[in-house]
């Protein structure tokens, strides 16, 4: 019988042990029988509360005294019955019954209802529907039983218990046939067995004696009451009678027995005017209104409570950071408006560098723990009252108040060191730095927040632009600086539209005999009013814009189509291969690879007739950058290093970076003719490409000299002014050579 499906026999045994009750004539032997079915209830229930978990016994046990209490009352009625004859009223009995009601009160309550905060709310309810239900009960059951002067004063108060009693059990579990969510089947069990509680006591009070079929249908109602608190106690669920928790909102039928509650007090007003106002028990009335009155003002003011504690949180969770706790930059902004209104402000705004490249190699969960590593360390780095907000991303923002400039940069030195440690995430140890800007209100100027936040940010790119990991300090160049940037990005857009770019080709020979075997493609600016523009002038612009990127698909798209065109014009004479400069900023395009493969396919070009050239600081970090150049080289694109030798660690990238070609920078070729350190360098280079085999192609070869000694060293490649300046359209006919002597 403690299956799921099996619970429904509990009130079934009940309804049998009604019938049976019903069905005796002798009043001894149903009262006997009363005992023993109490009894056993009795064994099965404790059996039941035996078997449970130790944290869900306290409320049954405090229902089994009540239990015991019910039983020893039928004890003493089935002993009055054998032995007396007769059952004097009141008697212990009726004592024993009656206190059974307060220990199911509360075990019901606190088996059924929760404890936490919602369980004030819920004994305020309790009382509502009890003080409601109690006012009906007083005024027409009740009332009229204390009213009876025919009957001694213990009879009367006896009388008017059973009904009370049965009002409080019926307050407890009426809730339970409106809450949300499934009921469980021992909820179900202690429903039924409660209400058939409420309907014995009525009609004890309400119908003595009327007919002895009806008497002992009242009296059955009590052994339905026994087994349905038997199988509560004995099914599973009654660990936990409560199956799902109710929602943090009173739902509508809640609302909906709590208006009735409070709606009792007119209606029983207009009951009462209708049978005459002799009738009319002012006093009753009044302290039931009363009663609700304050009992709904206490329902209320825990209902606004609970939502001034939620909304509460909902601000705190709007101000704050999910990630990494600190406040974001809504917070942040009202705090930084505050502040300066009310003195001396200054404003840190940092930037990590390299993020990106950590999340795109190690993942989003290692990122997001190096975030919460270096929000950590920024509140370690600051005062308890300044404010460290996380602006977005890896974007990270630091107010201070009352400190000078020269201290501001101090904090922001600190802060630089304390994220150059290396830091621990999801089992790697990362080396990140921080571009950070400063900015204050030192001079005494209105600022608004929006200024302030611009300026930091300005000091914050411009350290960016110079290296990273640095700090600067906001002054008014930066802004005249980024306007000249401002206005060149636009320039530089109207240009790329209007075709004001052009490519120009730089022979690189074979040495000795000078054939071209390779050109590189150089692009160059022709603007209508200031005519030739550095590419050392507009380059860095279109990297801190971006503007590279399309820039530099033009370029290749255009290199690649004059390549296949000279290969039709020249055939045999025509450059092998075509070189084309690519930057960081392109390197670190997750499609950049794709769009490579996209070009050679539409221009017709073959992946190992195009080198790649690329500087060894934008692969250095790893990350992205690297990836796409491994892509291309497993596409049969040729790599070239440009400028080597110049760089950090440039052996280094060689066990790294996929490199087929060296381009030995300018400065080792300058002298190798003399005697020195830069001829020796430009030896152990050729030897290093040669035991690599790699190819390596001298830069910035001028005079006929320096071909000459590069050409004794063991170089065949070379580039320079002295073989050709960059040009629209290369000569490449055989006798147009410029030769280094055997």
């Known amino acids: 019988m403690g299956t799921e499906r099996g619970w429904l026999w509990w009130p079934v045994c009940g309804m049998l042990a009604c019938l049976v009750y019903v069905g005796l004539p002798d009043g001894r032997v149903s009262a006997v029988l009363s005992a023993v079915v109490g009894f056993a209830s009795l064994v099965l229930l404790v059996a039941g509360v035996r078997r449970k978990a130790a944290a ?48 199911f009160v509360v075990a019901i309550f606190r088996l059924t209802r929760e404890r936490r905060l919602r369980e004030l709310a819920a004994v305020i309810d309790t009382a509502m529907i009890a003080t409601g239900l109690g006012l009906v009960y007083w005024l027409f059951v009740i009332g009229p039983i204390v009213r009876d002067d025919t009957m001694p004063a213990l009879v009367r108060a006896v009388t008017a218990a059973y009904p009370t009693a049965g009002v409080l059990l019926f307050a407890v579990v009426g809730p339970l046939l409106i809450r949300p969510g499934r009921r469980s089947p021992s909820v179900w069990l202690l429903t039924l067995g409660s209400t058939a509680a409420l309907a014995g006591n009525l009609g004890y009070t309400l119908l003595p004696g009327v007919d002895p079929l009806l008497d002992r249908a009242v009296f059955g109602a009590f052994l339905f009451s026994y087994c349905c608190f038997a199988g509560a106690a ?16 009173d739902g509508w039928q809640r609302i909906a027995m709590l208006t009735a509650s409070t709606l009792l007090v007119p209606a029983v007003l207009f009951a009462e005017a209708q049978r005459g106002t002799e009738h009319v028990d002012i006093e009753a009335i009044g302290v039931g209104a009363v009663i609700l009155f304050a009992l709904m003002l206490a329902r209320l003011s825990g209902f606004f409570a609970t939502v001034q504690r939620q909304s509460d949180q909902l601000e705190q969770l709007a101000m704050a950071d999910e990630l990494t706790g600190l406040a974001n930059r809504r917070l942040f902004e009202q705090d930084l408006a505050v502040a300066l209104r009310d003195g001396l402000v200054q404003v840190a705004v940092l930037d990590l560098n390299g993020f990106k490249e950590i999340n795109d190699t190690f993942g989003h969960a290692t990122g997001d ?120 990005g636009a320039e530089l857009r109207a240009a790329l539209e209007a075709g004001q770019f052009h490519l120009v080709y730089q022979p690189i020979v074979e040495l000795p005999a000078g054939r071209i075997v390779s050109v590189e493609a150089l692009v160059r600016w022709t603007h209508p009013e200031r005519g030739f523009v550095s590419p050392a002038e507009f380059v860095p612009i279109a990297e801190d814009t971006g503007l590279i990127v399309e820039l530099g698909e033009w370029i290749l798209r255009q290199a690649c189509a004059q390549a296949v065109t000279w290969f039709a014009e020249y055939g045999a004479a025509a450059p092998q291969r075509i070189s084309v400069n690519v930057s960081a900023r392109q390197l ?43 892509a291309l080289h497993r596409r049969g694109v040729r790599i070239a290093l440009d400028d080597f030798g110049t ?53 910035g070869v001028e005079t006929p000299e320096q071909a000459d000694e590069l050409y004794r060293l ?28 055997p």
Not at 234 to 249: E, I, Y
Not at 714 to 741: E, I, M, W
């Open 56 to 103: 869900h016994r306290g409320p049954w046990w405090i229902f089994a005294a009540g239990l015991v209490a019910w039983v020893a009352g039928d004890e003493i009625y089935a002993y009055q019955a054998i032995v007396g004859g007769a059952h004097p009223y009141p008697s212990w009995a009726d004592a024993a019954y009656l206190g059974a009601y307060p220990l």
């Open 234 to 249: 004995l099914h599973p669920s009654g660990d936990d009678p409560v199956v799902r928790r109710p929602p943090p909102h």
């Open 369 to 488: 723990q190096l975030l919460t590593v270096v929000a950590q360390r920024l509140r370690e780095a600051v005062r308890d009252d300044d404010v460290v907000a996380r602006m977005g991303g890896d974007e990270f923002a630091v107010l201070v108040r009352e400190v000078s400039p020269a201290a501001m940069s101090a904090i922001a030195e600190r802060i630089s060191a304390s994220l150059r440690c290396p830091a621990g995430a999801n089992g790697q140890q990362l080396l990140v730095s921080a571009s950070v800007g400063t900015a204050g209100n030192e001079t005494g100027e209105e600022i608004d927040t929006d200024e302030m936040l611009r300026r930091a940010d300005a000091a914050m790119y411009a350290a960016k632009r110079a290296g990273g990991g640095r700090h600067l300090r906001y002054t008014a160049d930066l802004d005249a600086q980024a306007t000249v940037r401002a206005r060149a």
């Open 588 to 630: 670190a395009e997750p499609g950049f690879a794709g769009l490579v493969a996209a070009v050679l396919a539409e221009t017709g070009l073959r992946p190992e007739q195009l080198v790649v050239e690329l500087t060894e600081t934008a692969v250095f970090d790893g990350g992205q950058a690297l990836r796409t150049v491994e």
């Open 647 to 699: 760089g950090h660690s440039s052996l280094t990238l060689l066990q790294t970076v996929p490199v087929d070609v060296l381009k030995v920078d300018k400065s080792f070729v300058d002298k190798v003719t003399m005697a020195g350190r830069h001829a020796v360098i430009a030896t152990a280079l050729i030897q290093v490409s040669d035991g690599l085999g790699l190819q390596a192609v001298a830069e």
């Open 714 to 741: 063991g170089y065949r490649l070379a580039q320079g002014y002295h073989f050709g300046k960059p040009v629209r359209q290369p000569d490449f006919v055989p006798d147009a050579v410029y030769s280094a002597r």
